[in-house]
């Protein structure tokens, strides 16, 4: 799973952090994102984006709904306690 937070605005400018939006995130976890103004950068990292995605397996509704209903409750177990570990 893919955690990383970019972004990317028209082909000059970066993002990069930890910061979630949500206000745990920016007010208890005092997370951090930089700004980048460089084309090469930004070019670089829409490249690994494109890698991402095109690396990537999608996951459609059915699929999620015929998980066994024990792996069911344990991911909305482990997504309500994620915040707080």
Do not use: C
């Not at 979630?20 to 700004?35: H, M, P, Q, T």
């Not at 103004?37 to 690396?55: G, H, K």
């Not at 059915?62 to 309500?80: C, E, M």
Request: hydrophobic share 40%.
């Amino acid at each position: 799973m893919l955690h990383a937070k970019t972004l990317t605005v028209d082909g000059n400018i970066s993002l990069i952090g930890s910061t979630n939006l949500d206000l745990r995130s920016f007010d208890l976890n005092y997370e951090n994102n930089i700004v980048f103004s460089d084309t090469a950068l930004t070019a670089d990292i829409i490249e690994r984006q494109n890698q991402y995605i095109a690396d990537s397996d999608e996951v459609q509704l059915k699929q999620v709904k015929d998980w066994p209903l024990p792996y069911r409750i344990w991911n909305n177990i482990v997504a309500t306690m994620g915040p707080i570990l």
